[in-house]
């Protein structure tokens, strides 16, 4: 266990023994066992030669891409105003259901280029704004009641 990132994930999924946690020394770069500190999955700036800032950012990072490891998928969510309904399929493609006239019209979409990326991630990721988490049930029921 040497890479910071490994520590952040082995801490994330519960199976890091803080008490057991050595850390690099910076007077002689030897590891040593931490004494009555407290452990955070996260890099930290003495132990990198980067921005306060820089590092901030590269924590959210690695913790949005640990959530995006652990997620299931199909995800489903739905817009604000109940129009639409989303079937995410993976991180590349989703299905959209929209309620157009009172017909139901059936997108498939994959994405090849990074917007259309960014929107995917978007939609599991920052979805409080435009989007309702919803489960399978709720789903299927949208469908069945429409078709």
Known sequence: MNSFVELFFLKAEGTLNPKNLKTKNANNGKYRKKDNESYRPSIHKSECSIGKAAVKKLNALLTKTYQLCRMN????????????YFKILNQEEFMEY????????????????????????????????????IDEATFEAFIASRT
Do not use: C, V
Not at 74 to 84: A, E, F, I
């Open 73 to 84: 998928f199909p995800q489903y969510r739905r817009y604000l105003n109940g129009m639409s």
């Open 98 to 133: 929209k309620l157009t006239a009172n017909q139901l019209e059936e997108f498939h979409f994959k994405a090849k280029i990074l917007p259309d990326r960014n929107y995917i991630a978007d939609m599991l990721n920052d979805y409080e704004q435009h989007w309702e988490n």
